[in-house]
């Protein structure tokens, strides 16, 4: 952006045409100036050199002014009164405001010195907010009253500087409770910007630029060219490294910045996203522009970037700021609340603390499971902070939707005989499609989400146009949830899961659909079929079996026929609460939740009458939103051939030799870090490729294109690709084992400090086009099949049945 026009003043009583001159010509010398001396000339000083040399010949143009025009007491004006005299009554020399003033400013000398030294990585037990927010305040109004963007900048950098959880918690709770105390109005936005999004999911806001946008802005503000950026992006890897480096190169500012507050990036994220149209991107061009203009210092313009490119890589996650909230609100709360907090947190001993953590750390997460939006959570925490009631305040809502609860994977059905065994379970298939879950009002409006939280109403007008033959007599409203699968309109035969990813995401016309959706029932059956229609080929329940761990062959037989009918196996669903230690948390006023979601055990439910076992793990046959438990297990037909499966990110590749000269093999792919946010190199596969899909992959990561970029700072792999793929993909991974390895970085320091976990005999199974790459395997997921690896092998050497699934309980 353009500096404000400097005037030139030249000698003499007329006015002369004023030469404007852009801040390119002092950044970048690459518009010719007319030459102010026969030796020196514009072009070939520096830009410092220039400025200053400018500076000093408007200063001694005022000097010169001023000297001919000495202040004098003005006379006033004849009026008939006497002639009051001006007596002088202090010799400081008077000095007229200078108008024409570069004011340098070092990009160095901007930043926010008061907000870097808040040392929010204390423990929160001695950690003073009321104190750090008390300092701030003056600060804040004097530079506009909000909490400033250093600030959180400050928390960011603390947190990237380290690699421990509690210390990472710990920067988070503290800087959320300076906001609390010092500008609770800052907060939710904070909240939002630490969680690198703008709006939940479902609301379908998001800021849509491209990387040249972001590009186009470094190199105007910070005087980059094309190649002085590519070496940055080369060298660093990362676009938010990239702005840090040339924020430090940049000498002088010829404009003081106005300094970012939370609210104002948050405010201009939402501005990006919601421009639309004609021009649009034009204005989100200015308002980049803007943030990298206004940033104070090489941090803030590291984290502007980062949050821009939405990759923030501080090691947090969603479930790190739900525990940063919980705890935050146990020591602060908000000038005029009410509700009470711990009086001394301080004294508790380590294991009181803990509990208590705990317990606050349940209602946040269980809160947020039901009703996923900080737009409605931190306002309810400001105003009644960590109580039970936040479950009631900040639970489900219509059109809302819960986060799903998660099945358990197990290798096989032997392991999943064992897990259960003693209990009373049902097996469903488990079929190929996509998961859905619908919400209906009592005025008809429907509303259709993907296990991502994601709104597909648009996608589904078949699956809208049967709620009103589904709805049984008194059913007013609901939630269901189920699983959509495409289906032979004549026969009822499943088709595979692509038949669903062709059909359009939008605006999909009723009598375009070629095949229909079929929704099976997976949760509280018995109100489900009392309360809904089924109706053949449409909307029907799921194929299932009650049986028992004692039941193993009509299990197999079941399995078989899921697997023959194209599903992808079989889901386990414990029927009943194994024991009765249920936490609180669980005990909710079940007119709160719909009952098709989560009815409350009846008092006659049957129960295992198996031996206690202090043990075994409670499974809880309710429906618990955003938690994997044990109570669902998932056996698929790929477990069933004694090798898991792993999601697993492509991330680099190798030019092939022979016959794969011309295509990328073998190729690189990694894990994902959920506390780092790093890609950990686990494997290099070259099996069960097509080449059909070598060439479409070849085509797809070309040298040139947007697909492939450089070494990326947040990848962990020792070895050198011939190309690096930019992040993208999920693939589906068999294998035959894990094992430690030297060379790859995947789960390092979970199961050994020096090597990583790698895969044997890896082989290529599909894409998996329903996942994003926050959903691949995670480096503690790999450690954990590990760990079970090592267990088993144990067992076998040391004897076990021949035919797990033919024994009986005694």
Same mark, same amino acid.
């Given at each position: ?17 004023? %030469?404007? &001159? ?32 400018? !500076? ?14 000495? +202040? ?6 004849? @009026? ?6 001006? +007596? ?13 003033? *570069?004011?340098?400013? $070092? #990009? ?96 379908? *806001? ?19 060219? #094309? ?40 405010? $201009? ?23 990298? !203009? ?72 269980? #809160? ?54 003693? &209990? ?26 993907? &296990? ?41 035969? /499943? ?20 095949? =229909? ?6 949760? &509280? ?23 028992? @761990? ?45 009952? $098709? ?35 669902? /297990? ?5 477990? @069933? ?20 000269? %011309? ?23 070259? @099996? ?21 970029? $450089? ?86 050497? =040391? ?12």
């Amino acid at each position: 952006m353009s500096s404000p026009a400097k005037k030139r003043k030249r000698n003499g009583t007329e006015s002369s045409p004023q %030469k404007t &001159r852009g801040i390119e010509s002092f950044f970048k010398g690459q518009t010719k100036q007319p030459q102010l001396d026969p030796d020196v000339t514009e072009q070939n000083l520096s830009d410092e050199a220039l400025a200053r040399k400018l !500076q000093a010949e408007w200063d001694q143009e005022d000097n010169a002014k001023i000297s001919a025009n000495d +202040i004098q007491p003005k006379e006033p004006e004849s @009026s008939g009164a006497p002639s009051i005299p001006l +007596i002088p009554t202090d010799t400081t020399p008077v000095t007229l405001p200078k108008k024409n003033t *570069l004011s340098l400013q $070092s #990009s160095s000398g901007t930043e926010d010195t008061v907000s870097l030294t808040v040392p929010f990585d204390q423990t929160p037990q001695t950690f003073d907010a009321g104190k750090y927010a008390a300092e701030l305040r003056p600060h804040w109004a004097s530079e506009g009253g909000d909490a400033t963007y250093a600030l959180l900048t400050r928390a960011f950098v603390l947190a990237n500087s380290t690699t421990s959880r509690i210390k990472i918690v710990d920067t988070l709770v503290n800087f959320l409770r300076v906001l609390i105390e010092g500008d609770p109005d800052s907060l939710l936005p904070a909240v939002w910007l630490a969680t690198n999004s703008i709006s939940p999911p479902y609301d379908e *806001l998001e800021l849509g630029l491209g990387g040249s946008s972001i590009s186009k802005a470094l190199k105007k503000v910070y005087g980059l060219n #094309s190649q002085g950026l590519k070496t940055l992006y080369d060298r660093h890897g990362d676009a938010g490294d990239v702005a840090f480096e040339a924020k430090k190169r940049q000498a002088f500012k010829l404009v003081k910045p106005k300094p970012l507050k939370i609210k104002g990036v948050y405010q $201009s994220l939402l501005k990006i996203a919601k421009s639309k149209g004609t021009g649009s991107q034009e204005t989100k061009q200015r308002i980049v522009e803007k943030l990298l !203009q206004d940033a104070r210092g090489a941090e803030e313009s590291r984290y502007i970037v980062r949050t821009l490119v939405q990759n923030l890589r501080i090691g947090a996650v969603k479930t790190t700021m739900l525990i940063a909230l919980a705890r935050a609100f146990l020591y602060s709360k908000p000038a005029g609340a009410e509700f009470t907090i711990h009086p001394d947190l301080a004294r508790l001993k380590k294991e009181e603390l803990s509990e208590l953590y705990t317990n606050a750390e349940e209602i946040v997460k269980a #809160s947020y499971a039901r009703h996923p939006d900080y737009n409605d959570l931190v306002p309810c925490l400001q105003e009644i902070g960590v109580t039970e009631e936040l479950l009631l305040r900040c639970g489900l809502v219509l059109h809302i939707p819960l986060r799903p609860m998660l099945g358990s994977i197990t290798r096989d059905l032997s392991e999943m005989l064992t897990k259960l065994q003693g &209990r009373e379970f049902s097996c469903e298939y488990k079929y190929d499609g996509q998961r859905a879950q619908v919400h209906c009002d009592e005025q008809g409006k429907v509303s259709i989400f993907s &296990r991502h939280l994601e709104l597909m109403t648009e996608k589904y007008p078949d699956l809208v146009s049967l709620v009103p033959q589904i709805r049984g007599e008194g059913v007013s409203s609901f939630i269901l949830e189920g699983e959509v699968v495409a289906v032979d309109r004549e026969n009822g035969d /499943l088709q595979p899961f692509q038949t669903l990813t062709n059909r359009a995401k939008k605006n999909v016309e009723l009598g375009a659909i070629t095949v =229909n959706v079929y929704r099976p029932f997976r949760e &509280r059956r018995e109100l489900l079929r009392s309360l809904f229609v089924e109706i053949p080929n449409r909307f029907t329940w799921v194929k299932s079996l009650d049986a028992t @761990s004692a039941d193993s062959e009509s299990i197999l037989e079941f399995f078989k026929g899921a697997t023959d009918v194209k599903c992808e196996g079989i889901m386990v669903k414990v029927l009943d609460n194994g024991t009765s230690n249920t936490k609180q948390i669980n005990k909710l006023n079940p007119e709160a939740e719909p009952p $098709s979601i989560e009815p409350e055990p009846t008092p006659d439910s049957k129960t295992p009458q198996s031996k206690p076992n202090a043990r075994r793990k409670a499974l809880l046959s309710t429906y618990e939103p955003d938690k994997r438990l044990e109570s669902w /297990l998932k056996v698929k037909k790929d477990y @069933s051939a004694s090798s898991e499966t792993l999601d697993l990110i492509p991330i680099a590749g190798w030019h092939g030799q022979g016959r794969k000269a %011309k295509w990328w093999s073998p190729i690189l792919l990694a894990v994902r870090n959920p506390e780092s946010g790093a890609l950990e190199a686990v494997t290099k596969c070259m @099996s069960g490729f097509t080449d059909k899909f070598y060439q479409a992959n070849k085509e797809k990561y070309s040298a040139g294109s947007a697909n492939v970029i $450089s070494r990326p700072a947040y990848v962990d792999y020792f070895g050198t690709p011939d190309v690096w793929f930019e992040p993208q993909e999920v693939w589906e991974m068999a294998f035959a084992d894990i094992t430690l390895s030297p060379t790859y970085t995947a789960a390092i320091g979970l199961v050994s400090e020096e090597r990583g976990l790698s895969l044997r005999f890896p082989r290529f199974l599909k894409v998996r086009e329903d996942k994003g790459i926050d959903e691949a395997t995670t480096s503690d997921y790999l450690a954990l099949l590990w760990r079970k690896q090592g267990e088993k092998a144990e067992v076998e050497e =040391n004897g076990g049945p021949d035919e797990v699934l033919g024994w009986t309980e005694d």
